[in-house]
């Protein structure tokens, strides 16, 4: 038992045993999750400044059986301290390669782009290349179509290893965006020693525009850069028109959010794309 401080022995506390109760049985859920066909992705469209429909985003989601459909700010951060992530990362890899693959018979939904988030531990995990390899072969995947999602604090864990894995994976034609971008403090000089396509500003920067003076001068300032470093730019969580008219008129290329759609199950996002068609 570990002493938190004067005459408080932690491990006694009922409250903090209840928590790790809860900790241990999710954990053990989540180890047969995936046996149990209880992961779904979800997909939220992306779409360029003409608003037209360019590609979606796999959006990771639990169905429990007692709790519902459990979000993965709920699961994947706990996922993340253990190699839990790495058989759930996995999944969601070939079930986006999967999706790729169902896409390209149509004609509607061929050209899009199907953008993964990736965790820190799964990205470093020996053999991460071959797995990215793999998976699209085995789903006979346009690897042109996926789009791997980094964090910038990921990147910037190991900028060397990083740069390396880029490089060997964009061989086979992949592409990489640097997600929640602006929340980390990745220096110029840093950016560009990665072999980036693609910026995706945090949508905690969106929030308040046009208003949020600050916010305001931070998104100019992060897309006049990746402009000029010839980055495509992206933003999330874009929720107004406002909002979308703002980085519009400051250069952005493609937005993601509320405004547009929210991310969807497969059938309703297939309907979606069949809905611009019609
Ligand atoms: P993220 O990669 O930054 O994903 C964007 C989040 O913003 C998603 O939350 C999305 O549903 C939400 N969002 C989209 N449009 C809007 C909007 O207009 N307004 C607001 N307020 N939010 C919007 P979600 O699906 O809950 O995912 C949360 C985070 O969980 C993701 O953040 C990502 O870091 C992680 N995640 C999701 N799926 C996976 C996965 O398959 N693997 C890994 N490693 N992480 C995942
Ligand atoms: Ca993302
Ligand atoms: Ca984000
Ligand atoms: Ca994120």
Known sequence: AKSAGRNT????????????DRRSTLENELRHAIRRGQFVLHYQPQFDNTRRIIGAEALLRWQHPKHGLIAPGDFIPLSEQSDIILPIGRWVLETACAQLNAWSCDERTRELRLGVNISARQFRQ???????????????ANPQRLTLELTESMVLDNVADTIQKIEMIKRLGVHFSLDDFGTGFSSFSCLTRLSLDQLKIDKSFVLNLPEQGTDAVIVTAIITMARSLGLNIIAEGVETEAQRAFLDSHGCHAYQGHLFSRPLPVEAFDAFVSGIYA
């Open 9 to 20: 022995v932690r491990f006694y506390d009922p409250s903090m045993q209840a928590a790790l």
């Open 126 to 140: 020996p053999g991460f290349i071959d797995q990215v390899c793999n998976v699209l072969e085995a789903n006979n």
